[in-house]
């Protein structure tokens, strides 16, 4: 059973690396489509890296009999999988411990911080975010995020904005939510966790992070003015700022971030002005038949 089990792991993760391992030598090709084209993308061949059963339509072979050696690498595959998944789960819960404390800290005082929960009580309606969403407004927090899954909040540094580049902000934040997106980071982390040993796996986690970020950021400029989206970038800019004045806090993958690096900054605001990309349905059917039926060994 252990043979069988494992024989099934590595069949998935062999099947998903190569698929994965094409993705990234074709990436230029890949931008061709839009960032929640790319996300299903990476959710299809995560799905698939999370069944470890037969699955495909070529057979070769029956798995050998149970062995001294089977059940070693399957405690060690266990302890660390165990150990990469809930060591992000109490990273998270510590993040937002702390930036629960950074709110007694907060050095705006109360007539700020009721101008910005009344435009973040504004942006909520307008998407007609219907969930219990809070504002938390953190002196530990380096930039706008998200945290959450079942109690969600938006956490906003303790610096004062223009009342426009708040709403872009929590426009951003609140799609996250509405989307749905802590969900697929959830997904993700656990992909991550099952295949810790398989690099290509920690890379598909990265791009698909990334992807999830830039399929935001077309979801806040979607139907909007180019001039709306220019004061779009304009805000992303000025949180960087704001990230490099403060403290630097360790992040965790679980949390969607408004801010990122100098690199990836200047990747979505390039495609913030890019033309709307393919949305690939018949590639996606493609993908999903592949990672499906592909070919196992056991």
């Given amino acids: 059973m252990t043979n069988i089990f494992f024989c099934s792991l590595l069949e998935a993760s062999i099947i998903v690396s190569v698929a994965i391992l094409l993705l990234l030598i074709f990436h230029k090709r890949l931008t061709q489509y839009s960032p929640s084209c790319r996300m299903i993308f990476w959710m299809i061949l995560a799905c698939r890296l999370l069944i470890p059963c037969p699955v495909g339509i070529l057979y070769f072979g029956t798995p050998p009999h149970n062995t001294a050696l089977a059940v070693g690498l399957g405690i060690v595959w266990l302890i660390g999988a165990v150990l990469l998944f809930g060591g992000h789960l109490l990273a998270y819960l510590r993040f937002e411990r702390k930036m629960q404390r950074g709110r007694a800290a907060s050095a705006l005082s109360m007539s700020e911080q009721y101008q910005i929960q009344a435009v973040f009580e504004k942006v909520k309606a307008a998407l007609g975010v219907k969930s219990s969403v809070e504002l938390w407004i953190s002196a530990e927090a380096s930039g706008p995020m998200l945290l959450g899954f079942l109690r969600p909040k938006v956490v906003l540094p303790d610096c004062m904005l223009a009342q426009e580049k708040l709403e872009m902000i929590f426009r951003h934040e609140l799609l996250h ?98 033309p709307t990309r393919r949305e690939g349905g018949p590639l996606i059917i493609l993908l999903a038949l592949l990672a499906v039926l592909g070919i196992y060994i056991v």
């Fill in 177 to 274: 939510q509405r989307r749905h997106d802590c969900w697929y980071r959830l997904l993700m982390l656990l992909t991550q966790s099952v295949h810790w040993f398989n690099p290509l796996v920690w890379l598909m986690a990265r791009r698909a992070a990334e992807d999830l970020e830039s399929a935001c950021d077309r979801s806040v400029i979607k139907g909007q003015s180019r001039e709306f989206v220019e004061e779009y970038a304009q805000a992303l800019l000025e949180t960087a700022k704001c990230l490099l004045q403060r403290k630097k806090v360790r992040q965790t993958v679980l949390v969607s971030y408004l801010s990122s690096g100098a690199q990836r900054l200047k990747e979505r605001l390039v495609e913030l002005f890019q």
